[in-house]
């Protein structure tokens, strides 16, 4: 069985930190481009970051340039996404998944709460 399992999420005040990971079983996703995803409340799930294989290829949305930054592990088969000066916009449970996303890897998120 295949799954992605995202941990790291909790409450911080804006401009706090947090560091996300992302395990993964059931498969490697070493050649698989991956992405950290998130879906802020009343809102569609967008996509923040995503990283290649070669981990030369990293692409950030604008929200989200030059505060977070997304890593890999692939022997370890695991995703991270440090999250730096973080802001009341950024409360959204963030996922992980490949890039395009599959349904059948979503998994329960993280809850990120930007508040003080």
């Known amino acids: 069985q295949v799954q992605l399992v995202e941990s790291g999420g909790g409450l911080v005040q804006p401009g706090g930190s947090l560091r996300l990971s992302c395990a993964a079983s059931?498969?490697?996703?070493?050649?698989?481009?991956m992405g950290w995803y998130r879906q802020a409340p009343g809102k569609e799930r967008e996509r923040v970051a995503s990283?290649?294989?070669?981990?030369?290829?990293?692409v950030y949305a604008d929200s989200v340039k030059g505060r977070f930054t997304i890593s890999r592990d692939s022997a370890q088969n695991m995703l991270s996404l440090q999250m730096n000066t973080l802001k009341p916009e950024g409360t959204a449970i963030y996922y992980c998944?490949?890039?395009?996303?599959?349904?059948?890897?979503w998994g329960q998120g993280t809850q990120v709460t930007v508040s003080s």
């Open positions: 998944n490949t890039v395009p996303a599959r349904n059948e890897y």
């Open positions: 990283i290649d294989w070669t981990k030369r290829d990293i």
């Open positions: 059931g498969r490697s996703f070493s050649t698989y481009i």
